[in-house]
């Protein structure tokens, strides 16, 4: 069995990967590790966890955990696992990060985006950004996974192969997101009331937000080149899901002609044929949050608009799963030459 | 591996046993029956399940579904299955009916309240009903198991410790009843549009819900005697849920006092503590419809009120799971001798 | 013009009281008292007023206020009148007050459920309950209104007919009620967060709900003797909108018949018909919170159930009208002599 | 008073009709009309109007309608009015046309995106398209007037000075647009289902929605050429709004700088100061649906982004209101020389 201890715990995304572990046959929670619940009963925080979890909330400690189990999540704020991480932890325990501290290779750029020093760069080079379908190989091998965020996997993952190709042109990358409000985490403020987000949408963090660097570099690594993209997210009045809509200009054939829905499809699906957790969906189809609620899937659809010479990309996830918990699970399955698939074999709940 | 057969598998409950089955290692689903979407691809019908379900659906023929399949589920109208049932058919499969036409004993009160005629009532002396919790030796044996109302389970496991014990007055009994909107299912009516279910909450049904002789039928068992209750249903702007908020008096003691919180505690307790999918939950602890979904719990929680002399007794499920499909599964697992909890072990999802 | 102050402007009943004082041709809003937005405008705490109200938040200074209008509006916490409230500011302009301080006459009996002490009893004699449709000449002629409490409204209004006229045993009177998320006010407390609202139900205060001793008050003075009941909240997951269901004990007519829908529907009619903002809906009717929101109606239904002798009554209003500003500004236009309806001619919105 | 009928009044567009018109002191309506409810009580269709509105429907017979009154909106499928309409009727009575089937001038184009044949293109040229802000002089002396789509207002009205001032190159729009449910109509489809729609968003109509000819055809009169422009709308689980998020690249001046956001806002209030129904926010405050709810506002904002070298462009509205009825009215008013604002000075409804 695979010792695991969560940081986090008390954390939405931490709810979420214990409810994804206790499906893990390979997997054993040891350490529910949580800043503002220690010492109280798990199930008491989360009720759902009732007779499930008999636990009590330890403390976020990472170098005492280190020495009890085989892998660490860590879903906490931005700066802390760069506060507290050392070589000595890296040499017992795989860590697995589900903030984004050890994401972007450029400190500078890290710092700019997050407003907060990174204390700890000295693991950068060796961190492995763990978008699983484009670093498979990379993330086997590692000692410490930078789990992506949950707009960015969404976004590249929908935008991949067609930037990879070269089919579109990234300078005109345009990605719209939408997301459910578990995102905005279980922090008692007031925008996350819910008479403030029922029955209401708005974008937020319009130019700012820090998920668009990440974007960037990883779009960058498939196009060969920096790129700038416009991310705008918005806030939705659901639980779960995000959705992305994004815009790009077709690359024109030398012959002038735009290249037709064929070609992208048969781009897509040599990427994503083989993989388990990436969904094409057919042709006309648009992706729906509600289709992969609770489950590990992106659905990608697209659209060749031969009016405007652009491609509408669409993909859907949900931030929960493959946004976080999902994702940092299907880590942990490659860093221990697990199934890939362990404990994330569930289909989709709708209604 | 049970083969197993769904007749009316494109309604609500029809999906959520195929999502329930889909992680069942002893059961494979071999035919998806419906009537409105015959010859149409399953996954077309519910996206969800793209990429999982590859099967067309077919049409709803029971009797040439039973020799091909173990058991059948049919999640089909009031008096389908009483219209098409045989004993052929219930010589070669074992039928699990997650419709009303055998849960009420007598004839004339299921004619009075469904207003249709009952075509088969020869089946219904050895028909089960499918309470697992109550009836658990008997379903074993059974061919044909009356898959509760999701009201009802809810309605019933909340109080059936305290009314068994002679610990309230049934003749008091009052069960106000609030409910998500799938139990509504997905036929296309304009009561069931997002703009008049949103935002709203009614009363519906009031002293006409049909889920109400099979209440009082079930704790007029444990009281051994007839019982009459009140019941109103709620409709809810949420997708699952069912809670139940029910009063009763208490019957005092010989000495006139009331009994208090220990000695129903112990009564629930002694019902409960063995059943792996009701929880009894702390002192002060109300249940929420949250806390369960997507699993196959029922939580449970009461507040003596030494003011009234009532007790206010709260239950909480999923209506497509325990509510529906996933109790159905459970009655699968006891008729064919499996774990009761094989393809159940879901811990609920939050948020 | 009525000059009017509120103190209390920036939680949810205080923007509706905003919103429709701006509709009201005879008032105008001098003072919009805050305790956490002081010298900020009143239009970056609620965009929706952009444009709309130009002013600054003032503090809560009453006494100061008290000088500067005609009416002073409490939408503060419980205590917070009681504590402040001096003959002087009496002298000066009539209160009304949405906090629960004036509501209750036995200071005993406020001070058990509320768990303070209250600071002026010296007032609770004068004070008058500002329930228009039952106190409407007292309220005409008081200095102090003690504007009841949203649940309350509702459940006295539902019940209080059958009641006064001796139709309903009120000591079977069981009050099952439903609320809209912003009855729990804009604080930024985590059971009130989007995530944890949303798609769940539950109760909450079982058998502890302050409102209930208002109800037994006004209830017993229909009654003409004290009465207990039983009162249970809920909460739903919309912003707006209370629905109560309502149970008790027809009694039965010297024959042992009981009375029957005719006879309920005479009386509701009698008590209702001339009042603007009560509806009494046609029979099979049950009200729903979308048809009243925004609006000061209550709308009334009821159904007679002769299996068990009981009468299900059910109302529902919007809280933040009826429930609150509404009835304060209905209680404000009986005070100054205005057309009781100015302000509040405001059709449903729906959907 | 002005004489009104409503054709289609008892869909969710009709229905706000209603509501505003019943709040307006210059008109009052005489023809319920529609083609589902005829001899029905209007207040059994929406009960939100019970003792409001004591009409009964009528039908849809316009000839007959314009002899008995000054104006008639038309809230009807696309193809009705143009397949009724004479010169009798406009002869007779102003109409107000809530359906796409005299916005678009050129028939080829309404033809190649309704897919319908249209059957009165004789008054196309005469039709003014009623956008108040753009149009309001001709709209003043016209006798047919083309309420403009739901999408649509918000869209241009958000990008209109922009455009009109040559600040972004129009080429480059990308309109990621927002709705709620009610824009789908009370049409009872399975897609709009409560089940379908709660706790999920999804692209539709990529690259074919039919608001997109009407929003190139008027900004296009902006920019004094023809103009493609990319239209994505969503669906969003709420009742009422829309949010459009729009993308174009600024106009670099002639030393290749980009303008700022002080040229820009320069721009939107040099449009916008007077304008009562536009509200430009204040500098780094995105729109959000809420806070327009009920009320006739659109609200605008704005975000240059200089590492991109595009403005975001937000706006705000509500789709029954500013999208259908409200701008009905307003249009209503300017025809019939009333103040603009006469019914419309609702302050939105929060939360």
Redesign the interface.
């Known amino acids: 069995m695979i010792r695991a201890g969560i940081i986090g715990a008390t954390g939405?995304a931490g709810?979420e990967l214990?409810?994804l572990l206790?499906?893990h046959k390979e997997a054993e929670i040891k350490w529910y590790g949580s800043r503002s619940y220690v010492d109280q009963r798990y199930a008491d925080v989360?009720?759902?966890?009732?007779?499930?979890v008999e636990d009590v909330c330890r403390d976020d400690n990472v170098a005492e955990l280190a020495s009890q189990v085989d892998v660490i999540f860590t879903a906490t704020p931005q700066g802390f696992l760069a506060g507290v991480l050392t070589e000595e932890i890296l040499g017992k325990a795989k860590v697995i990060d589900l903030s984004a501290d050890f994401r972007i290779k450029d400190v500078s750029v890290y710092e700019k985006w997050y407003r907060i020093e990174h204390k700890s760069p000295q693991f950068l080079p060796e961190a492995v950004y763990g978008l699983c379908e484009v670093n498979r190989e990379k993330i086997r091998g590692a000692r410490l996974v930078a789990n992506p965020g949950c707009y960015t996997t969404c976004s590249i993952l929908t935008a991949y192969p067609l930037v990879k190709e070269g089919l579109i042109d990234p300078s005109t990358l345009?990605i719209?997101a939408?997301s459910?409000?578990?995102g905005a985490g279980?922090g008692?403020?007031?925008p996350?009331?819910?008479?403030?987000?029922?029955?209401?949408?708005?974008?937020?963090g319009?130019?700012t937000h820090r998920h668009t660097p990440e974007i960037e570099e990883q779009l960058g690594y498939a196009a060969g080149r920096e790129i700038?993209?416009?991310f705008?997210p918005?806030l939705?009045?659901?639980?779960?899901?995000i959705?992305v809509?994004e815009?790009a200009s077709l690359v024109r054939r030398p012959d002038g002609s735009l290249p037709g829905a064929d070609e992208l499809r048969a781009v897509y699906e040599s990427y994503y044929k083989e993989e388990t957790f990436v969904?094409v969906?057919d042709d006309g189809?648009?992706?729906?949050?509600?289709?992969?609620?609770?489950?590990n899937y992106v659905?990608i659809g697209f659209?060749?608009?031969g009016?405007?010479g652009?491609v509408?990309m669409?993909g859907?996830l949900d931030n929960l799963v493959k946004g976080a918990a999902g994702q940092a699970v299907q880590n942990m399955n490659l860093l221990f030459g697990c199934d890939e698939k362990e404990g994330l074999?569930?289909?989709?709940?709708?209604?």
Chains 1, 2, 3, 4 share one sequence.
């Open positions: 939405y709810n214990v409810r206790m499906g989360y009720r759902n966890m009732f007779q499930v345009i719209d939408k459910g409000t578990s279980r008692a403020k007031l996350n009331l819910y008479c403030e987000v029922n029955e209401n949408i708005k974008a937020y319009v130019a700038t993209v416009s705008t918005h939705v009045p659901m639980n779960r899901g959705l809509t815009y969904r969906l189809v648009c992706p729906e949050t509600k289709w992969v609620e609770g489950s659905d659209t060749v608009d009016r405007t652009r509408v669409m859907a074999a569930l289909a989709p709940m709708f209604p």
